[in-house]
C-alpha cells in the first residue's frame, strides 16, 4: 500500500537550537513549520517575526486569520509557505452565501497572491464537532471550487481535534463520536475525493496531564524505547503514534482509507501546571519529536511514511486563558529568546 503523506505542523518544530549564553541560535531543518499565533499584547512585530523565521531557516508556517500585518510582512518572502486560517466567526454568513465566499477570497487572500506563497486555506479551527462544525462542509466546497476554477494551487481542509475520537485505546479501537460521525465524516470523505489531507491536532500533554497516574511521562514524551502498548502486531512506545494512529483507525472504520493527515500542532507548555510543565519536560517531549519525525521511521500503522512537522507554538501568547494555554511557545516575546534549549 501507498503511504499517504503525513504532515505535521509544528509550531516552531524541527528546529535544533544551539543556546549558548549570547543567545544565538544554529538551526538545522527541514519539512519545518511554526504556527504564529497573535493572542498577545507584547508580540514582536510581524516584520521582527518574519525576520525570526528566516534566520532560524523557518519556511513554513501558519497563521489562524488573514491578519493583513502578517500578510504584508510576508511580501516578497516566497520561500516561506503560509496556511491561513479562516476566523470560526465567519463560517456562518461564508456557508450561506457563495457570494460571500468569493468576496472573502477577494479581500482576504487575492491581493497576496502575487508575492505570498499562500499552500493552503483552513477552514474552521476545532469547531469540528460542534454547533458550527455543519457549515464547515459548504464552506470548505465552496472554496475549493474557486481555487479550481482559478487554477490555484492552493489546499482546502479544515482543522480538528482528538475529541472527535469517541474511543482510541487500543489504537486499533479507535472509533469517532456519533457527532465527529455525522460532521467530521462528510468532510474526510470530501477531502478524500479531493485528495487534500486533514489537519488534525495531537496533544500528549493533555492525555497525560488528565491521567498521569496510569500514563508514565516517558511514554508522553517519546523518552523511551520500551514497548507501552501492544495492540495485535503494532508496538508502541509513545503515545503520540498511538493516538495518531488511532485516528488513521476511525477514518477506515468509516470507509475513508489513506487519507493524508497534517498535524497542525503538537507541543508542551513550558509552565502552568507545576511539575507537570517545566521547561525541562517541554525541551524534551518538543526535541523528541523532532528527532521522530526526522528519523522517518512513521507509525506503527504507517511505517516508513515521512513526516512533515509544525510545532506549537512560536511564542508566548498572554491574552490566552491563564496557565497551560499561555506557556507552549519556543520563544519569549520581549525579547525573542528562546525559553530552553532543545538539545
Known amino acids: 500500500?501507498?503511504?499517504?503523506?503525513?504532515?505535521?505542523?509544528?509550531?516552531?518544530?524541527?528546529?535544533?537550537?544551539?543556546?549558548?549564553?549570547?543567545?544565538?541560535i544554529n538551526v538545522a531543518a527541514t519539512n519545518v513549520g511554526l504556527n504564529y499565533g497573535?493572542?498577545?499584547?507584547?508580540?514582536?512585530?510581524?516584520?521582527?517575526?518574519?525576520?525570526?523565521?528566516?534566520s532560524i531557516g523557518v519556511t513554513k508556517i501558519r497563521i489562524f486569520d488573514p491578519n493583513t500585518e502578517v500578510l504584508n510582512a510576508?511580501?516578497?518572502?516566497?520561500?516561506?509557505?503560509?496556511?491561513?486560517?479562516?476566523?470560526?466567526?465567519?463560517?456562518?454568513?461564508?456557508?450561506?452565501?457563495?457570494?460571500?465566499?468569493?468576496?472573502?477570497?477577494?479581500?482576504?487572500?487575492?491581493?497576496?497572491?502575487?508575492?505570498?506563497?499562500?499552500?493552503?486555506?483552513t477552514v474552521g479551527n476545532e469547531v469540528i464537532p460542534g454547533p458550527i462544525g455543519p457549515q464547515v462542509l459548504p464552506v470548505m466546497?465552496?472554496?475549493?471550487?474557486?481555487?479550481?476554477?482559478?487554477?490555484l494551487p492552493i489546499l482546502i481542509s479544515t482543522v480538528v481535534a482528538m475529541s472527535n475520537l469517541g474511543q482510541s485505546y487500543p489504537p486499533s479501537a479507535g472509533m469517532f463520536t456519533p457527532q465527529a460521525r455525522e460532521q467530521l465524516v462528510p468532510?474526510?470523505?470530501?477531502?478524500?475525493?479531493?485528495?487534500?489531507?486533514?489537519?488534525?491536532?495531537?496533544?500528549?500533554?493533555?492525555a497525560y496531564s488528565s491521567n498521569?497516574?496510569?500514563?508514565?511521562?516517558?511514554?508522553?514524551?517519546?523518552?523511551?524505547?520500551?514497548?507501552?502498548?501492544?495492540?495485535?502486531?503494532?508496538?508502541?512506545?509513545n503515545i503520540f503514534d498511538a493516538i495518531f494512529d488511532a485516528f488513521v483507525w476511525a477514518m477506515e472504520k468509516e470507509d475513508v482509507m489513506d487519507l493524508s493527515m497534517v498535524v497542525t500542532e503538537t507541543g508542551w507548555p513550558s509552565a502552568g501546571n507545576g511539575y507537570l510543565t517545566t521547561p525541562e519536560i517541554a525541551a524534551t517531549y518538543n526535541g523528541n519529536f523532532i528527532k521522530h519525525v526526522e528519523s522517518g521511521v512513521g507509525t506503527p500503522k504507517k511505517p516508513n511514511c515521512s513526516i512533515e512537522g509544525y510545532l506549537f507554538a512560536t511564542f508566548n501568547e498572554n491574552q490566552k486563558p491563564a496557565g497551560t494555554e499561555q506557556n507552549f511557545g519556543l520563544y519569549n516575546p520581549t525579547?525573542?529568546?528562546?525559553?530552553?534549549?532543545l538539545f
Not at 212 to 237: C, H, R, W
Not at 335 to 341: H, L, N
Open 74 to 121: 510576508l511580501r516578497g518572502n516566497t520561500n516561506i509557505s503560509v496556511i491561513v486560517g479562516v476566523k470560526d466567526q465567519d463560517l456562518a454568513a461564508l456557508a450561506s452565501s457563495e457570494v460571500a465566499v468569493e468576496d472573502w477570497f477577494a479581500t482576504n487572500i487575492e491581493p497576496y497572491l502575487s508575492d505570498v506563497n499562500i499552500t493552503s486555506i
Open 187 to 206: 468532510v474526510l470523505t470530501f477531502l478524500s475525493q479531493t485528495n487534500t489531507p486533514i489537519l488534525v491536532n495531537i496533544y500528549p500533554y493533555f
Open 1 to 24: 500500500m501507498e503511504c499517504p503523506r503525513i504532515f505535521i505542523f509544528f509550531l516552531l518544530s524541527a528546529i535544533l537550537f544551539n543556546y549558548t549564553n549570547d543567545v544565538s
Open 141 to 151: 466546497q465552496s472554496l475549493t471550487n474557486l481555487v479550481k476554477s482559478r487554477c
Open 335 to 341: 525579547d525573542m529568546k528562546p525559553i530552553y534549549k
Open 38 to 54: 497573535l493572542l498577545g499584547d507584547n508580540l514582536p512585530s510581524p516584520y521582527d517575526v518574519i525576520s525570526l523565521y528566516k
Open 212 to 237: 498521569p497516574v496510569n500514563i508514565s511521562l516517558d511514554y508522553a514524551i517519546f523518552n523511551t524505547k520500551d514497548v507501552v502498548v501492544e495492540d495485535g502486531p503494532m508496538q508502541y512506545s
